[in-house]
């Protein structure tokens, strides 16, 4: 099946930081999303993004799918930004069936 | 709108016992999942539905069941647990029209 890598694993900001958190999948798909996980467990859906670029805020997002990577652009962070970041891919049509990464772990002091 | 709710948030189990974890969405979503998150890992695929009476299994089926009589409805149930089975469970939801996928708040599931 399709493999997701997420990097960095783990990375601890200053806040005010700038940051990149980095998506590779194995093979072509046709959904990416990227979830943030806050410390309290609640998983919120940050982008939709199967190619092209978004932004939402302090986010973007990129993703370059013939070259099977995507990027989080975390601007100006802040503390509560902090937790763990997740790509999940799904290579079918109709109802997707997300493959998830192991997440970037984030955690941004004051 | 509540979104998508989970019940129970916190259970203990013993080795052998059953029970349901509820699911429930208020947002006519027709695709429904459950995935279970482990320490240190993301999360993965137990079974979804996209409609009424439609399931089918995941990445990990194995010793759970689920059924969908409504569309707002998605029970998962834990038919014999087993250590194996702790973990946080979370169900999720999609619009037909839609690919976000909307998560619950989870269930933190321990079996001794």
New interface residues.
């Given amino acids: 099946g399709i493999q997701?890598e997420q990097s960095p694993p783990d990375l601890i900001l200053q806040e005010g930081a700038n940051s990149t958190l980095r998506c590779n999948f194995s093979d072509s798909v046709n959904?990416l999303?990227w979830?943030h996980q806050n410390p309290w467990?609640?998983?919120?859906?940050l982008f939709?993004i199967?190619s092209g670029t978004k932004q939402n805020g302090r986010l973007s997002a990129t993703t370059v799918a013939t070259e099977r990577y995507s990027l989080l652009y975390i601007s100006s962070s802040q503390t509560t930004d902090s937790g763990v970041y997740?790509c999940?891919v799904d290579q079918n049509t109709?109802?997707?069936?997300?493959?998830?990464?192991?997440?970037t772990r984030l955690l941004v002091s004051p | 709108n509540a979104g998508v709710t989970q019940t129970p948030k916190f259970q203990v189990l013993k080795t052998g016992q059953s029970m349901t974890l509820q699911c429930a969405q208020d947002m006519n979503h027709e695709?429904m999942?459950w995935y279970r998150q482990d320490p240190?890992?993301?999360?993965?695929?137990i079974h979804?539905s996209?409609g009424a009476g439609i399931t089918d299994q995941?990445?990990v089926p194995n010793g759970y069941n689920v059924s969908r009589s409504t569309t707002e409805d998605f029970p998962l149930r834990l038919l014999s647990a087993a250590p194996s089975q702790t973990s946080?469970y979370?169900c999720a939801s999609?619009g037909s029209y839609?690919?976000?996928?909307?998560?619950g708040?989870?269930t933190r599931l321990t079996v001794t």
């Fill in positions: 997701v959904n999303q979830f467990g609640q998983l919120i859906n939709y199967p997740f999940a109709g109802f997707q069936k997300l493959v998830f990464g192991t997440g | 695709y999942s240190g890992m993301g999360l993965r695929l979804y996209v995941g990445e946080v979370f999609t839609s690919y976000e996928q909307y998560f708040p989870g």
